[in-house]
């Protein structure tokens, strides 16, 4: 069974080039520029994982998380952030966040991530 996966990050290169590293392996279900949209994305699309920047505009990526979370503690989020946000990462942890990459996002480092938070 193909596993479903939903993008979010404000920005469209960076829904772009994760799209390409993951769309092979996994079902690409949606793209969201920010957590609102993102939240009502879930709801729709029940993905099994979720890529998720923490800095954007209207709700960020630890609030969004966070909902997601309440909705179905089961869902999978990898937290997509730049190396000088680490308290923001620590948030997204509390939040439920099951894993994280930094920016610039690398292949290897992204397929790995998600493939281990889906194998928790």
């Not at 769309?23 to 920010?34: I, M, P, R």
């Not at 009502?40 to 993905?47: A, G, I, K, M, S």
């Not at 960020?60 to 999978?76: L, V």
Request: hydrophobic share 35%.
């Amino acid at each position: 069974m193909t596993r479903r996966i939903l993008i979010v990050d404000d920005s469209g290169f960076q829904r772009t080039l994760i799209r390409g590293i993951l769309e092979d392996d996994f079902e690409v279900v949606g793209e969201a520029e920010n957590g609102s949209e993102a939240v009502d994305l879930f709801e729709e699309t029940r993905p099994d994982l979720v890529t998720m920047d923490i800095m954007m505009p209207d709700v960020n990526g630890i609030e969004a998380t966070s909902d997601i979370k309440e909705r179905d503690p089961g869902t999978c989020v990898v937290m997509c952030t730049s190396v000088e946000q680490r308290d923001q990462m620590r948030q997204a942890v509390r939040a439920g966040a099951d894993g994280y990459v930094t920016k610039p996002v690398e292949e290897e480092t992204l397929r790995s991530e998600v493939e281990n938070a889906l194998a928790s």
